[in-house]
């Protein structure tokens, strides 16, 4: 899975020189938390709704303002002034694994993914939060395993197989470690309830259902 697969295309954005007013305008309209600003076809920088409310009090947009006075000042600032500069980019061919990682390490909710230096998408955590549903099944009936196997080669080829000689299908896969020598796995599994599922694979050794369901 790649970022492309992923990404909005076609990406909405803003002008340097358009106001914070228009900014928030357009934000709510088109329900979007992300804007990235372009001037001329360029990139320049990116505002979030975190970022202008982020910027709002050091412009003077604080508590104690009148609606009027509010009103005036937002209409009167720039995206220029309060942009985020040098925002973090991607590539289309970038695998999502990797775009959720550069996310999570810099605490940002969004790529801007260029091609050429220009803005041809955005990818944001929701993006990251539907792809990880997909990869879990979790829209998919069926049956959820959870196990704790050895982490050495051919122990998930053994978990596969022995539920693949029972009839059923595994249609979503999942992995993360859990100790040292130990690796967690969960699987969605069709074809079978659970009683089935259980059965085929409790007698594997080294293997410790940890949660089953469905």
Known sequence: MLVQDLMTPNVISIGPDQSVAEAGELMTSRRIRHLPVVEDGRLLGLVTRTSLAAALPGLGLGPGLTRFEHNYLTANTSVREVMIRDPALGTGDMPAEEAARVMNVNRISSLIIVQDGDAVGIITDTDIFEAMLELLGARQPGVRLALHIPDRPGELAKVSG?????????TALGGWPVREGTWGTVLKVQNLGADA????????????VADIRG
């Open 162 to 170: 022995a539920i693949g000689a029972a009839g059923g299908n595994i």
């Open 197 to 208: 599922v259980l059965s085929a694979v409790s007698g594997l050794p080294g293997v410790v």
